[in-house]
């Protein structure tokens, strides 16, 4: 059974930094890429990251990019996202998703962690 | 960046009933494009990818069609569990956009 259980989220004052990790189980994690997409309170869904199965390839938000960092352990088949200079608007529930394929360009998002929640406040 | 559109924006619906909900892309996406349910307080899961191809799991009473920029999501018989956001999505082009949400409700 694909599981994933995103931890890390947590309550950080803006300018600060959090590290999310996603562990997964359940599929051979090399073989598919995986990604982050998040949920603001009460709003709809945002894609953030997305990184290749072999970790060689990486995307980003316009909104995020320069501020987040996306990467992969194979060894601990663990999905992290290191998030720096926070800011209020990153206040949502980020969510762990692995892609449909190896690669994260034509695949969508087949299975979905319950996810983890960060609240930027001071 | 293409722009999902979804109507209508609240489908309020009794048990039984047919359910048809929109989704219209600013550009062609081809049939790349993904249905996704979300019930209160859960993660969203996989319902339609390809524009029609059932995700594993997926009751048969979901069904989509669709391609280029107009889709469409129908649920044929509507069932109280049915009650939830759901967000079409494209994955032709980076960004992957979603769009804003249909929520349906069941009198």
């Known amino acids: 059974e694909v599981q994933m259980l995103e931890s890390g989220g947590d309550l950080a004052q803006p300018g600060g930094s959090l590290r999310l990790s996603c562990a997964a189980s359940g599929f051979t994690f090399d073989n598919f890429a995986m990604g982050w997409v998040r949920q603001a309170p009460g709003k709809g869904l945002e894609w953030v990251s997305g990184?290749?199965?072999?970790?060689?390839?990486?995307d980003y938000a316009a909104s995020v990019k320069g501020r987040f960092t996306i990467s992969r352990d194979s060894s601990q088949n663990t999905l992290h996202l290191q998030i720096n200079n926070l800011r209020a608007e990153d206040t949502a529930m980020y969510y762990c998703v692995r892609y449909s394929g190896s690669y994260y360009l034509l695949a969508f998002w087949d299975y979905w962690g319950r996810g983890t929640r960060v609240t930027v406040s001071s | 960046e293409i722009v999902l559109t979804q109507s209508p924006g609240t489908l309020t619906l009794s048990p039984g009933e047919r359910a048809t909900l929109s989704c219209r892309a600013s550009q062609s996406v081809g049939s790349y494009l993904a249905w996704y349910q979300q019930k209160p307080g859960q993660a969203p899961r996989l319902l339609i990818y390809?524009?029609?191809s059932g995700a594993t799991g997926i009751p048969d009473r979901f069904s989509g069609s669709g391609s280029g920029t107009d889709f469409t999501l129908t649920i044929s018989s509507l069932e109280p569990e049915d009650l939830a956001v759901y967000y079409c999505?494209?994955?032709?082009?980076?960004?992957?956009?979603f769009g804003p949400g249909t929520r349906v409700e069941v009198k």
């Open positions: 999505q494209q994955y032709d082009t980076t960004p992957f956009t």
């Open positions: 390809a524009a029609s």
């Open positions: 990184i290749s199965g072999h970790g060689g390839s990486r």
